[in-house]
């Protein structure tokens, strides 16, 4: 007897697989990794099968076969992962699963088929009648010539007709061939003669070939924008390569690091497959088919690209590492850096991330390697700190060093960078008589004014309302504009600058797609002009004839109650002055109303070293990361008193859980959200594994419970 366990594919959290099917002999192909139809109580659901035994704790009578099998099976180490995955956040097997799975193999049975080409090819008979035998109209002629011409079966969609007419008189073949919907490669950056590398450079190349060949590795590449990382991705990719190897490129998104995609594609051609969510969903079938074939060995892309379905693994990058996109905001929350260990771990290939800000919990574990200046030799720029506590009122939003070097920006006609923590145009607004505040219905929030569209709006849950002439409670007309979001800043950047033209990058800007890759596009290609925008502008693209870059509000992340507050400072002022002043002087102001935080001295003196060392002994003195495992917990309903049950049942069942020096705390409130009230539970152990475990086998036991009931639970472990 041979039993498959199977896991099926299915959103309930309360369901415990895997469960058994027998299978028969016409199942005798199934193994681990196959995709199957089976009936589940009165459903029929899709599964995967994760395990084969010879004997099943179940009745012989009660086991049944399934219905089918669906597609190709998934590598095993797929399937591993995915289970990985979804024990190691907290999520189920099924959601895990979901991850690996070739994209579009479909829920309702709506799968994603290949693309079918019709091909023709001259046949024998064809041949001897081109050589003069039988009668020919000209077009048929030059049909049968095209094909001659040809040497083998070409496309033949576009004469179908008259082709099919000469298959008829046996003087062509038809065939069909499946064929690869590939996505148009992108054209940022031009092809680039392979430089000789630098002695840092080679001598991270040695240090990741030493890891192909041997049983893998883990590598940190610590340098500036310009620095040469890429350089050494490529050559590393090639070494892979040569050993038959496969690759994994992860990038923060597709769309910010359109030159880090051109250059593999440049270098290494149809052999890189490329998979992110802007690709068509046949798109992304026949790359992530491709792969899988090995006709890619090179997969390039966001955070689910760590699950390409690539054999023989030899290397996964990690590019621009710090970056908050590697971690997935809904449930897996997994974290695309650690499932790249992981991975690699486990398949013996080498990780390398690369960054100009590494992260402290890299710093702390990977051994690096640093590159310790640009590749052209142009110096970094120098940063100044501006403290805006100085300033006398009537300034408003710049500090006189600000709107003096944005004034000095238009003669002789330059390019700058402004960074804004905000968008639209005040994130603040209240009533001068009464004091009353706009906030969102839903939202513990308060309300954005955004002058296009005459809205305020809420960032949360999209909730918008018009514009008050006048206040709600006192009827007051008297209503004030607090704080400038890009939408303003924009507009007073450009009376400044004026004649030169101002680009607004954000998440209104850039909704409509293809508009982020256009907005960028035409600072880079203008002559002069200034980019303004959120955190957006400080991501992926390089200029590099950008002399000024301004950030207004630096520390407005570090107001965050956050204990990443300070990394995330550091790394957002670091990266935003590193992509200035290339090939030239570069000039950096921060406008601040803490010049004195640790984050924001030690960007200035482009100390990452110094800032990271500083930052380890805080988060080891206070627990944190990377010297404990955080794991939170939260409850959200419409009633605070549900989320509060909830939550007190949660945090009462997992406390006896707990290891020893594992610390919890709450429950406590987190800020309304779209209509929820929610609670949270925070969980800090040493010990990783076993406070995992037990937050996983408190909530399984918990889900079922009442107190549960309509209340939503999310787990997210090394919450961000
Ligand atoms: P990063 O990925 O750190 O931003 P890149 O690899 O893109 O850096 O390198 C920046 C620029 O310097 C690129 O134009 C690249 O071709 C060039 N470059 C990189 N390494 C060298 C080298 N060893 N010699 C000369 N030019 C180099
Ligand atoms: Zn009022
Ligand atoms: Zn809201």
Not at 469 to 480: M, T
Not at 520 to 531: I, P
């Amino acid at each position: 007897m041979t039993i498959a366990k199977v896991e099926p594919l299915t959103t309930a959290r309360a369901l415990r697989g895997p469960f058994d099917y027998l299978l028969g002999e016409r199942f005798a192909h199934v193994g681990v990794g196959s995709l199957l139809l089976v009936p589940f109580g009165r459903q029929r659901l899709r599964g995967v099968v994760t395990g084969l035994a010879e004997t099943s704790e179940l009745a012989p009578e009660r086991l049944v076969n399934p219905i089918a099998v669906l597609g190709d099976p998934l590598p095993e180490d797929l399937v591993e992962l995915g289970l990985w995955v979804g024990r190691e956040y907290c999520s189920t097997a099924s959601r895990g699963l979901e991850l690996v799975l070739p994209p579009g193999s479909g829920a309702a049975g709506g799968a994603i088929k290949a693309r079918v080409e019709l091909r023709a090819e001259l046949t024998k008979a064809g041949r001897d009648a081109l050589d003069g035998g039988e009668r020919l109209g000209p077009k048929q002629r030059s049909a049968l010539e095209r094909l001659a011409a040809a040497g083998g079966p070409a496309p033949a969609a576009d004469h179908r007709d008259s082709l099919k007419r000469l298959e008829k008189r046996g003087l062509v073949a038809l065939s069909e061939a499946e064929v690869s919907r590939r996505p148009d490669s992108v054209t940022v950056g031009v092809k680039r003669e392979q430089p000789v590398l630098t002695a840092a450079q080679a001598q991270a190349l040695e240090r990741i070939t030493a890891g192909l060949d041997g049983t893998g590795g883990e590598l940190l590449l610590h340098g500036v924008t310009g620095s040469g990382k890429t350089e050494v991705y490529l050559t590393a990719t090639e070494a892979a390569l040569e050993r038959g190897r496969g690759v994994i490129v992860l990038v923060p998104e597709i769309g910010l690091t359109p030159q880090t995609v051109s250059r593999f594609e440049a270098r290494f051609g149809d052999r890189v497959a490329v998979l992110h969510s802007g690709l068509s969903a046949g798109e992304r079938r026949d790359e992530w088919q491709r792969l899988r074939r090995g006709e890619a060995r090179v997969c390039v892309g966001p955070r689910s690209a760590v699950f390409a379905p690539l054999e023989g693994l030899g290397l996964v990058i990690v590019d621009e590492e710090h970056d908050s996109s590697y971690k997935q905001e809904s449930d897996p929350r997994y974290d695309a850096r650690d499932v790249a260990r992981r991975r690699a771990d486990a398949e013996g290939a080498m990780l390398v991330a690369g960054t100009a800000t590494p992260r402290p919990e890299s710093w702390d574990r990977l051994e690096r390697i640093v590159l310790p200046e640009r590749a052209d030799g142009s110096p970094m720029p120098g940063i100044e700190v501006v403290d805006m506590r100085e300033r006398d009122g009537r300034e408003g939003h710049f500090h006189a060093a600000t709107r003096e070097a944005l004034v000095r920006l238009v003669e002789p006609k330059g390019k700058a960078i402004v960074m804004v923590p905000r968008r639209g145009w005040s994130p603040f607004m209240d009533c001068r008589t009464c004091g009353h505040s706009w906030r969102c219905p839903n939202c513990d929030v308060s309300l954005v004014l955004h002058r296009a569209g005459d809205v305020m709006r809420c960032h949360h849950c999209g909730h918008s309302e018009s514009v008050p002439e006048r206040c709600p409670e006192c009827d007051s007309v008297s209503i004030a504009r607090h704080g400038a979001g890009s939408e303003r800043v924009s507009e007073l950047v450009a009376q400044i600058v004026s004649p030169l033209p101002v680009f607004r990058l954000d998440s209104d800007s850039a909704a409509r797609k293809g508009a982020h890759a256009r907005i960028l596009s035409e600072f880079d290609g203008a002559e002069s002009g200034v980019l303004i925008g959120t955190q957006m502008v400080a991501k992926g693209h390089d200029f590099e004839d950008v002399g000024l870059s301004v950030i207004i509000d630096a520390d407005s992340s570090l107001r965050f109650p956050d204990f990443r507050a300070e990394e995330r400072t550091f790394a957002l002022v670091s990266q935003l002055a590193g992509r200035s002043g290339r090939g030239g002087e570069g000039r950096v102001i921060v406008q601040t109303m803490a010049p004195g935080a640790e984050a924001i001295r030690r960007a200035a003196a482009h100390d990452a070293a110094g800032f990271l060392e500083g930052e380890l002994e805080r988060r080891r003195e206070l627990s944190y990361p990377p010297f404990a495992t955080l794991v939170r917990i939260e409850m959200a309903a419409r009633e605070a008193s549900a989320a509060e049950a909830a939550a007190r049942q949660a945090a009462a069942r997992l406390r006896p859980l707990l290891p020893r020096d594992a610390m919890l705390l709450g429950p406590a409130p987190r800020f309304r959200l779209r209509d929820r009230e929610r609670r949270q539970v925070l969980v800090k152990a040493q010990r990783r594994s076993e406070v995992i475990g037990a937050v996983r086998q408190a909530l399984e036991g918990a889900i079922t419970a009442k107190a549960f009931r309509g209340v939503q639970l999310s787990v997210d472990v090394d919450p961000q």
